[in-house]
């Protein structure tokens, strides 16, 4: 929870211990609606992954499975289904979570990475 959250769900119990009910109903609608624009994070169903590459219809990703996890992509069909491979690994894998990939430290964003 980012610090925003935190300060609103401090306040927010704070109003309640007050007995400010209009305060708490306030700072707990501010804090829903803070924690639900936030994208969500860890491992999701592999029927969730979203289509990134028309090219491909492909996404690139951290996969889970019965491979374990591995850095890997998600195809997605025509008719809508999806599939996980995890690259370096061959054989009959079963994906069945995706995750996606972190963007890079802050400095590191801003800057060029050139190959060493």
Known sequence: MNSEALRLLDDAVRAHDYG???TFVLRM???R???SAQEPTGWRPIETA????PWYNATRCLVFGNCGIAFGKVYV???GTRE???EGFSGDW???HWMP???PPGELAEQEVKPQ
């Open 77 to 79: 069909y025509e008719d």
């Open 20 to 22: 400010s009910h209009a």
């Open 84 to 86: 996980g491979q995890a």
């Open 101 to 103: 990939l972190p963007s």
């Open 29 to 31: 609608s501010e804090l």
């Open 94 to 96: 079963k994906i069945t």
């Open 50 to 53: 979203p289509t990134v590459d």
């Open 33 to 35: 609606a803070l924690l």
